[in-house]
């Protein structure tokens, strides 16, 4: 019974070919639209969660520079505000657990006659633990390596893949930063992108005191670019954010009502800032996609209201040979369902070929989660059954006779 | 119990219009026993369409009592009356009234659509009931592809798909030629030969001469009633 009801909403609807293409782009644009936007703000919540995660958790970045004119000051070369002690004394704060001092600058490096301008950090051993980062193959230098200075390096695998190639093992090989040979201990996990963007495995690591003497050899004597800190748990940061401001403030003789040399910056809070907009982004993208397909609900309903006038003799014939309001309400339901579900399979395939598209064209991270393949689907059966269902209870309601003398 | 497929008392139709009510029928009463052949007659407006509405479960009286099969049919809902229009009385339209999209199986097979019986079953029901009316090679056939007379035979296969076993026709020859009609009308004597209850609206005495049974309608109320002529004298 429901299966011969469904091939003849099938034939009604070949009745008016270009009416039901026409009624049905509507729910196809709106479908692919919300999967299509899903695909993108799930996407780009997922890109910004995993380089939130690969970030390391509860940091601050403590920068050298006054948060309103940083840019200018490090510029200006008048940036070396922090050093090795300050990193020591944040370090031996209460809430802080690890900390790591950081220096950083562009070097070229040279390999086998391959080059490329890469950045370089200098830092100590710490700075893996906090930034959960570990050696992919070989080892992490030592704080032997940093206490003698040594020219060991860490490469990303960035690095790796610029300068070796795919069938080289840089482990034990010699690479010339600035002209000066390091030797390759480890190469680090891959991290991907962070969230502002940058690919974190374009980098090689060195020991901080070999980067200062031999890396960057202008700066300052001890001066460190920025510190990283970790407080010992979420619920520390903001009693850690002052106690950092106070402790460095003191520290480099600041008074009162006069601005900072430095900056600290809560990390995590950025990060969720920049989750929450990504969220929000999504969000809105799923809410303009799904007045689209509110639009193509209306259509369906619009169609079926006309549907059903066209075809009141029609409904008078079928009452008339013993069709029960049930039937007739069954029949035009399903023939709104129909025309949605279908529209709706249309529009989920159009959408995951835009969503592949942008990923191909735009490079976007994109998404596809069954949740929102079913999520569209059962809110097409639902806009079918909704917008249907007043034309289809007018069509049941019809009195027999007058609907077989209707005109 | 009695015989009586039909009971009618004391029965009313009016119509509401915008000029206000119209009364249509006025006080109709008759009986008509099961196997009965019944003409119904009357001038233009005298209200046999409207009659034969309220017999066929189509349209509800404004006031009186009509039992079918001794049963008050004011006291179904819509669903019980829509199982009697399925099962029950089989109705054919002046104006055929087939669907017009639908093949001649599919439209003859409908009412069994709604009997919800299987679709393997449906169909040869439907093929065998069109062979019979001589329809065997325009199964597929839309009812605009095949002539008035044929269409009528379609729609009487239709009406008795289901086997009832009370057939109202109003004016089913209205709309064919001499010959067609006396096809059409050979079709209505078969079936009331083998014992269906047949009534019949039309114009014309040589259709009405076919039934045993002859009821005329005049302004809304029967002014006559009486057994056919052959039929007095074969008794
Ligand atoms: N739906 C309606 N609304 C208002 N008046 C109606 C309606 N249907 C019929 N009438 C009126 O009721 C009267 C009886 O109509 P009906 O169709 O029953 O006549 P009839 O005897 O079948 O006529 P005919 O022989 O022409 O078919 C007519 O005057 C008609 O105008
Ligand atoms: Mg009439």
Not at chain 1, 253 to 271: G, H, K, Y
Request: hydrophobic content about 40%; glycine content about 10%.
């Amino acid at each position: 019974m429901f299966f011969s009801m469904l091939s003849e909403a099938w034939h009604a609807m070949g009745a008016n070919r270009l009416r039901t293409f026409l009624t049905m782009l509507g729910m196809v644009i709106g479908v692919g639209a919300v999967v299509l936007m899903m695909a993108i703000g799930e996407g780009a919540q997922q890109s910004i969660k995993r380089s939130i995660d690969s970030m390391g958790s509860n940091l601050f970045v403590i920068l050298s520079g006054s948060s309103s004119t940083s840019g200018s000051r490090s510029a200006s070369g008048n940036s070396s505000a922090l050093n090795m002690n300050d990193a020591t004394a944040i370090g031996d704060l209460d809430d802080i657990g690890a900390f790591a001092p950081i220096s950083v600058g562009n070097a070229q490096i040279i390999y086998a006659g391959n080059n490329s301008n890469t950045p370089i950090v200098g830092t100590t051993p710490s700075y893996f633990s906090i930034r959960r980062w570990d050696v992919e193959s070989g080892e992490l230098f030592s704080d032997a390596d940093v206490r003698s200075a040594n020219r060991v390096a860490l490469v990303g695998k960035t690095v790796v893949e610029n300068l070796f190639g795919d069938d080289i093992d840089p482990i034990g090989k010699t690479i010339r930063i600035k002209k000066s040979p390091f030797l390759i201990v480890g190469v680090l996990e891959g991290k991907g992108q962070s969230f502002d963007g940058r690919d974190q495995d374009d980098t090689i690591i060195v020991p901080i005191t070999t980067a200062q003497r031999k890396l960057f050899g202008n700066q300052i004597p001890g001066s460190v670019r920025m510190i990283m800190a970790q407080a010992k748990s979420e619920k520390y940061m903001g009693v850690a954010e002052d106690g950092i401001n106070d402790l460095i403030r003191q520290r480099h003789n600041i008074r009162e009502n006069t601005e900072s040399d430095f900056s600290v910056r809560n990390l995590t809070a950025m990060a969720k800032t920049a989750s929450d907009t990504a969220k929000t982004m999504s969000m809105l993208l799923g809410a303009i996609a799904s007045i689209s397909l509110l639009v193509g609900g209306i259509g369906i309903m619009n169609i079926m209201l006309v549907s059903v006038t066209e075809r009141t003799r029609e409904i008078g014939i079928r009452m008339a040979i013993g069709a029960r309001e049930k039937d007739i309400l069954l029949q035009f339901l399903l023939e709104a369902c129909v025309i949605s579900i279908v529209g709706c399979v249309i529009g989920v395939g159009l959408g995951l070929g835009g969503a592949l598209l942008v990923k191909k064209m735009v490079g976007a991270e994109i998404l596809i989660s069954m949740q929102s393949i079913v999520l569209a689907f059962s809110v097409a059966a639902s806009i079918g059954v909704f917008f249907g269902y007043y034309p289809a209870s007018k069509a049941a309601k019809l009195r027999p006779i007058e609907a077989l003398r209707y005109q | 119990m009695t015989n009586n497929v039909i009971e009618i008392t004391g029965l009313y139709k009016d119509y509401d219009t915008p000029a206000g009510v119209f009364p249509v029928l006025k006080d109709v009463n008759l009986t008509i026993e099961a196997g009965d052949y019944v003409a119904i007659m009357g001038p233009s407006g005298s209200g046999k369409s409207t009659f034969m509405n309220i017999l066929g479960c189509l349209d509800r009286p404004t006031k009186g009592e009509y039992k079918l099969n001794n049963q008050s049919v004011k006291s179904l809902n819509n669903n019980q009356l829509a199982a009697l229009r399925n099962r029950t009385i089989g109705f054919v339209f002046q104006g055929f009234n087939l669907l017009a999209r639908s093949s001649l199986v599919d439209n003859v097979a409908l009412p069994l659509v709604y009997a919800k019986d299987q679709k393997e079953l449906r169909t040869k029901i439907a093929k065998n009931i069109l062979e019979r009316m001589g329809l065997g090679q325009y199964f597929e056939s839309r009812p605009n592809q095949i002539s008035g007379g044929q269409q009528q035979r379609v729609a009487i296969a239709r009406a008795l798909v289901n086997q009832p076993r009370i057939i109202l026709a109003d004016e089913p020859t209205g709309n064919l030629d001499s010959k067609t009609s006396d096809e059409i009308m050979k079709i209505f004597d078969e079936l009331n030969q083998i014992g269906n209850t047949i009534i019949i609206v039309t114009h014309e005495n040589a259709i009405a001469d076919h039934a045993r049974r002859q009821i005329r309608f005049l302004d809304g109320k029967i002014v006559e009633d009486h057994r056919n002529k052959k039929e007095l004298e074969k008794a």
